[in-house]
Nanobody
Framework: QLQLPPPPRAPVPPPAPLRLPCAAS????????LGWFRQAPGKEREAVSC????????VYADSVKGRFTISRDNAKNTVYLQMNSLKPEDIGVYYC?????????????????????WGQGTQVTVSS
């Protein structure tokens, strides 16, 4: 399974950074394509960023390019989403996912896919 930490106790004041870890247990993340997705209130889930399991190729949504960075630490069995320059429009529930079958570009095209593993989601709130 994939585990996300509990949400921050207070809204994150922009442009403060926030790093989300997503730790795997019961399996190793090596070779899995990994992705971060988010769902804002009243909106559809969207892909934020994905990273390849083979060569660390990354994909980012246009709305987060230059601000967010996805990375993986296979030794720690964890994928991270570093979020800088947070904006109120970044508010939402953030999910991580792992998929052995999809390439990185496809991973980010299917925010509702039945990926091999999904994290439980964690709320990110940004103060306005």
């Amino acid at each position: 399974q994939l585990q996300l930490p509990p949400p921050p106790r207070a809204p994150v004041p922009p442009p403060a950074p926030l790093r989300l870890p997503c730790a795997a247990s019961g399996f190793t993340l090596d070779y899995y394509t990994l992705g971060w997705f988010r769902q804002a209130p009243g909106k559809e889930r969207e892909a934020v960023s994905c990273i390849s399991g083979s060569d660390d190729t990354t994909v980012y949504a246009d709305s987060v390019k230059g601000r967010f960075t996805i990375s993986r630490d296979n030794a720690k069995n964890t994928v991270y989403l570093q979020m800088n320059s947070l904006k109120p429009e970044d508010i939402g529930v953030y999910y991580c996912a792992a998929d052995m079958s999809l390439i990185v570009q496809a991973m980010c095209k299917f925010p509702y896919a039945n990926h091999d593993y999904w994290g439980q989601g964690t709320q990110v709130t940004v103060s306005s």
